[in-house]
């Protein structure tokens, strides 16, 4: 990262997140109280509790309060951005998607509680999060709301996420190109980190143009995450299987150290990283300090 980072000693990165993950998982706990049908509500506490790293709300509350919106304002939307998140990798780990077995170190939703019931917790969760922003947001403009349940509709949808999954399923098996990949991991990954930041910033009163800037932001360190995460794919399964090329190379999943090569991969992740905090120039450096490390921290992470 650049020095900016030096302007900012005052700056307490891992306490900044430890406290907004704290307030985030606080209201998610309250969203979904354990009432009857007992079952449902298990199985969505289990997921949505399930100890994720709220990077998603954590950069849409960062966003609001960079463009000058009070967090409190925000914590719906960031919290209705964390509820599809989790119900896409309920929906993403079931037998006729991925077929995973283990989540965050636990057994998936549908083999805790099974397929029906894993359908029907992501489903809920899907409803639950509009309802939620649509209902829980207060002292915001309703303009802003509406449009900003619009950003996230959209990016969830045929032009997002189930775009990006869609795509994925089809290219099982197949040669994929470079192009291809990114549209995938642009729309199947990407597009609810923009969103998350969007939102954040449209919740926060931000303009027009201090909005699109935070859009570029948000684009490079979307598809950075889902570069990061194609590198630790590799460099953990070397580590865990004690040899040069890990279970991605050796399987055939598209992903950029298979198409480009792990240097070339790391280099781009730079160049993303690079990209993101260029658009951050434009603001006052210390407002822009938690989205500056949130880059950092998705280029760097670990898990
Ligand atoms: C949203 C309507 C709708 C349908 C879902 C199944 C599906 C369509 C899309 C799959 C999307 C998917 C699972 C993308 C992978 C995203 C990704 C990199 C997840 C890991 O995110 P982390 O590392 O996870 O933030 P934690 O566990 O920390 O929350």
């Not at 399923?169 to 642009?186: N, P, R």
């Not at 603001?283 to 760097?300: E, K, M, N, Q, V």
């Amino acid at each position: 990262l650049s020095p900016q980072t030096n302007r900012l000693p005052n700056f307490h990165f891992q306490e900044y997140m430890k406290t907004k993950a704290n307030k985030i998982n606080i209201v998610l706990d309250a969203s979904v109280p354990l009432q009857n049908p007992i079952k449902i509500h298990e199985s969505i506490r289990y997921s949505l509790l399930a100890g994720g790293k709220r990077v998603r709300p954590i950069l849409c509350l960062a966003a609001c309060e960079l463009v000058g919106g009070h967090e409190d304002t925000a914590i719906p939307m960031a919290c209705a951005v964390e509820m599809i998140h989790t119900m896409s990798l309920i929906h993403d780990d079931l037998p006729c998607m991925d077929d995973d077995d283990l989540r965050r170190g636990k057994p998936t939703n549908h083999k805790a509680f099974g397929e029906e019931t894993a359908i029907l917790a992501g489903d809920a969760l899907l409803s639950l999060a509009f309802e939620h922003v649509a209902t829980k947001t207060t002292n915001v403009a309703p303009q802003r709301v509406v449009q900003a349940i619009a950003e996230l509709g959209s990016a969830i949808g045929t032009e997002g996420l189930v775009a990006g999954q869609m795509v994925d399923i089809l290219s099982a098996g197949k040669e994929v190109s470079l192009d291809e990949l990114e549209y995938i991991h642009v729309h199947k990954t990407s597009k609810l980190l923009e969103a998350a930041v969007v939102c954040g910033a449209i919740i926060g009163g931000g303009d027009g143009i201090v909005v699109e800037r935070l859009r570029k932001y948000a684009r490079c360190i979307g598809l950075l995450f889902q570069v990061v995460d194609d590198i630790l794919d590799v460099t953990k399964s070397s580590k865990e299987l004690g040899k040069t090329a890990g279970k991605d190379l050796a399987s055939h999943k598209a992903t950029y150290p298979r198409l480009m090569g792990l240097g070339k991969a790391k280099e781009f992740a730079q160049q993303l990283v690079g990209n993101a905090v260029e658009e951050l120039r434009h603001f006052d450096a210390s407002r822009a300090a938690p989205l500056y490390h949130l880059a950092g921290y998705i280029a760097s992470r670990q898990n």
